[in-house]
C-alpha cells in the first residue's frame, strides 16, 4: 500500500453551458461533502469556470481547466492564460490530452511549454500521455510513452514538479467503449513510475499520482483502482452525469 492520495478527475470536454455546469454541481456536492480520502476535481469548459468556482466553494471538489497557454498574457487570440485560469479558481490544468495532439496539432514541445507554465504558475498540471490502437498492435506503447514523457519533461526538475499529475489514457480507449484490462493499464503505470524514478528521482516517482483514463466507469473503478501504481482516473463521458460521477468518488465506500 501506498500513500498516495486518490484522484478521481472529470473533464467535461465541450459538453455543458454555464447553467448547465451548475446544475450538475448543485447535484453532485452534496454527495461528496463527507468524502475525505480521495481528492476531487471537474474540468468545465473556460465559459463555466467562474459560475462553477461559486457553487464548489467550502466543498471537497477542486476546480480545473482542459488547457491553457503557456504565455502569462499577449496577442494570442481565444487562448487562456495559467493567471486566468487561477483567478477564476483553478487549481488544476490538463494538458496535452489526446484530443489536443490529435485535432489541434499540440506537439511534445508545446505540452513541454504548458506543463512547465502551469507549474511554476501554481496550477497543478495533469500530463496526459497514452499510445494509438496501431501503436498499441505494433509493440511501441512503451517506445511513444518514453518519447512523450521524455521531450514533455525536457528541461524541468522534480522541485519544479511537485505538483505534477500524470494520466495515463490509451487513445483507442477514450470514448470508445474499450477499456484497457487492468493488468493492462498496471503494466503501464508501473512503466511510468520506474521511469520517473530512473530519469528523474526514485523517491518523487514514489509519490506521483498516475491516473488512469479511457472509458472508465462505475462498473469497472473498482477493479482499476486494486491495482498498486494506478492513484486515479481522468474520466470523460462518466464525468457528466452527476450520479455516475459521485459513484466514481465513493469507489471504495
Not at 9 to 15: E, I, P, V
Not at 122 to 144: K, M, N, W
Not at 194 to 205: G, R, S, T, V, Y
Not at 212 to 234: F, H, Q, R, T
Request: hydrophobic share 40%; charged share 25%; glycine share 8%.
Amino acid at each position: 500500500m501506498t500513500d498516495r492520495r486518490p484522484l478521481i478527475a472529470g473533464n467535461w470536454k465541450m459538453y455543458k453551458t454555464g447553467d448547465e455546469a451548475v446544475e450538475f454541481v448543485n447535484a453532485l456536492k452534496d454527495t461528496v461533502l463527507e468524502v475525505a480520502d480521495v481528492d476531487i476535481m471537474i474540468a468545465p469548459p473556460f465559459t463555466a469556470l467562474a459560475q462553477v468556482a461559486a457553487r464548489i466553494e467550502g466543498t471537497p471538489i477542486a476546480l480545473g481547466a482542459q488547457n491553457m497557454h503557456w504565455e502569462p498574457e499577449g496577442a494570442f487570440t481565444g487562448e487562456i492564460s495559467p493567471r486566468m485560469l487561477i483567478s477564476a479558481g483553478c487549481r488544476y490544468v490538463i494538458v496535452g490530452h489526446s484530443e489536443r495532439r490529435q485535432f489541434f496539432g499540440e506537439t511534445d514541445q508545446d505540452i513541454n511549454r504548458k506543463i512547465d507554465a502551469a507549474a511554476k504558475a501554481g496550477l497543478a498540471p495533469v500530463f496526459c500521455i497514452g499510445e494509438t490502437e496501431a501503436q498499441r498492435d505494433a509493440g511501441e506503447t512503451f517506445s511513444i510513452l518514453d518519447k512523450q514523457v521524455k521531450n514533455g519533461l525536457e528541461g524541468l526538475f522534480s522541485e519544479n514538479l511537485k505538483s505534477l499529475v500524470v494520466a495515463y489514457e490509451p487513445v483507442w480507449a477514450i470514448g470508445t467503449g474499450k477499456t484497457a484490462t487492468k493488468e493492462q493499464a498496471q503494466e503501464v503505470h508501473a512503466f511510468v513510475r520506474n521511469w520517473f524514478a530512473k530519469q528523474l528521482d526514485p523517491e518523487f516517482a514514489q509519490g506521483l499520482r498516475i491516473l488512469y483514463g479511457g472509458s472508465v466507469k462505475p462498473s469497472n473503478v473498482n477493479d482499476l483502482m486494486a491495482m498498486e501504481d494506478i492513484d486515479g482516473a481522468l474520466v470523460g463521458g462518466a464525468s457528466l452525469d452527476p450520479r455516475s460521477f459521485s459513484q466514481l468518488v465513493h469507489y471504495n465506500s
